[in-house]
């Protein structure tokens, strides 16, 4: 008997022998796939530069690390559970999830019971005394709905008076198959998501619903016509900033005539004070210009009252310094972030001692910046003039004694008279604390912009690509100020289609919408 007893042991643990080496061969094999893509990304981004990888395609790569740790974390976690022989589908660590869950989402509870709560000795009943308590985070599959509206019809069957009733509401879309709020859905997915219509068609068509680009293209235009109010008041507020950011990028357009696509540009001009703690609300404004020239960035600009522009060192900006106002010509900040980057990707390719040590002079000065980060103006200055100052009044001539010890065509010696020539721009955060050291509050705003047309390729009209930049406008303010864009542009539409007075359009402002950290009705 006993010998039976130990051939039975022997044959499970050898089964669980053999579990546990397939276990650690697949963990094993899910690691040597990590290291490959790993290694290939690598080579991509830092090999010969005919092998380099676009900026723009580095996501797909990186996707595919998430999804191979994710297989790797999976394999290792089944191997531990073999080898402590929890082979029952129990989890072998303690961490809990609880608490880390908006408490406004929906919860719904199973409570999974033991096959039996008797006790094995024959005692009876079990009590409970106690209970382990998990949350996952679910999704239901986006609902639509059909909302049906009926306006009854009243009259006196006494008499024959006339017939009350109700008005028909008003929609963006008259007799039309959405309601704001499905349309609402459809702008933030395009240009807060970055989902041409076409995709989102596609989308929409497993639901059963059979819906054109064209169709929601028209519904988007049709909203974006309503909304130009809203744009004209951000546009009003950002006038009367006392310092904005700008930036540009490019915005492919078609050109029917020649049947080929042309470069057009987006430009971006932003206020953001929170950096200095100030009260007024974040705004970003895209414009659609045909070109780059500076002649379009003193036109955006035109009647703007703000004295200090922070950009980066486009040529284009320089022009603005010469104009006649009546507040003076504007007065260009520039960015700390741009010449950094020069040096950043000097040293990395060529380790040079001199682009390194420029970097670390750098992250100096915003190591200051981080301590006063939300401070008042006043505070800021204070701190900039005790440890900031010096490292800049040391940095000038530091950089002029590597420049005359360097050969003049370098490109070292390009990055360094890049920085000297645009010094004044880039100190003038040293004499007032409302300004910044980078134009990162423009740049992180514009770059949902360069998203979407990734996936869009293109406008197809310079006549779309203007609407494209309200509509980005409208919603990337939003983001700005943690309102969903979603529930703001429908609750919005319907108000201003159902006459909200243009009187009062500042309560309309996406900063006055409520936060999105308060749970929706």
């Known amino acids: 008997m006993n010998l039976m007893v130990l051939q039975e042991e022997n044959e499970h643990l050898k089964v669980l022998l053999a579990e546990a080496q397939a276990a650690l061969a697949a963990s094993e094999e899910a690691r040597r796939g990590l290291e490959a893509i790993v290694g290939q990304l690598n080579h991509e981004k830092f090999g010969a530069k005919s092998e380099k990888l676009h900026p723009d395609q580095y996501h797909l790569p990186l996707e595919d690390v998430a999804i191979a740790q994710g297989v790797l974390d999976a394999a290792q976690e089944k191997a531990q559970r073999i080898i402590q022989g929890r082979s029952d589908g129990t989890s072998g660590s303690g961490r809990r999830n609880r608490g880390h869950l908006p408490a406004h989402l929906p919860r719904v509870e ?41 306006r009854p019809k009243y009259a006196c069957r006494r008499c024959s008076g006339a017939v009350v009733q109700a008005h028909a509401p008003e929609h963006v879309v008259p007799g039309g198959l959405p309601t704001e709020a499905l349309i609402a859905q459809v702008i933030v997915a395009k240009f807060g998501d970055h989902l041409p219509f076409y995709r989102q068609a596609e989308i929409y068509a497993r639901q059963g619903i059979q819906l054109d680009r064209a169709t929601l293209g028209n519904w988007a235009g049709r909203a974006c016509f309503h909304l130009k109010p809203v744009a004209s008041h951000m546009s009003w507020h950002l006038a009367g900033a006392d310092r904005l950011f700008m930036d540009e990028t490019t915005a492919p357009v078609l050109d029917p005539g020649r049947g080929k696509v042309k470069k057009g540009f987006f430009w971006a001009i932003a206020c953001d004070d929170r950096g200095h703690g100030g009260q007024g609300p974040p705004i970003v404004l895209f414009h ?88 008042t103006p006043q505070a800021r200055l204070a701190a900039r003039q005790q440890h900031s100052s010096p490292i800049i009044a040391a940095l000038k001539p530091w950089f002029e004694k590597q420049l005359s010890m360097i050969s003049s065509g370098s490109k070292l010696a390009e990055d360094i008279r890049y920085g000297l020539a645009h010094w004044e721009g880039l100190t003038r955060f040293l004499d007032d604390g409302r300004l910044e050291l980078d134009t990162n509050p423009v740049e992180n705003a514009i770059r949902p912009i360069c998203l979407t047309r990734k996936n869009a390729l293109f406008a197809g009209h310079e006549v779309g690509a203007e609407n494209w930049a309200l509509l980005s406008s409208v919603v990337a303010t939003c983001k700005l100020n943690d309102v969903n864009p979603v529930a703001y542009l429908a609750e919005t539409l319907d108000a201003i289609i159902n006459g909200h007075p243009q009187s009062q359009i500042e309560e309309l402002m996406p900063w006055r919408f409520r936060k999105t950290s308060s749970p929706n009705p």
Not at 289 to 310: I, M, S, T
């Open 110 to 150: 199973r409570i999974i019971e033991p096959e039996s709560t008797l006790c094995p000795c024959g005692c009876g009943e079990m009590a409970r005394i106690g209970e382990d308590v998990s949350e996952r985070l679910d999704v239901v599959p986006a609902q639509l709905r059909v909302l049906v509206t009926r």
């Open 288 to 375: 659609y210009a045909p070109g780059r020239g500076g002649e379009h960035a003193e036109r955006f600009l035109q009647g703007f009252g703000g004295e200090f522009l922070q950009v980066d060192a486009y040529e284009g900006y320089d022009r603005l310094t010469r104009l006649e106002r009546l507040q003076g010509p504007w007065k260009l900040v520039h960015c700390w972030a741009h010449l950094r980057r020069r040096f950043v990707k000097l040293a990395r390719n060529t380790k040079s001692p001199i682009a390194e040590a420029a970097v670390r002079q750098i992250a100096t000065l915003y190591a200051v910046e981080a301590t006063v980060r939300g401070m």
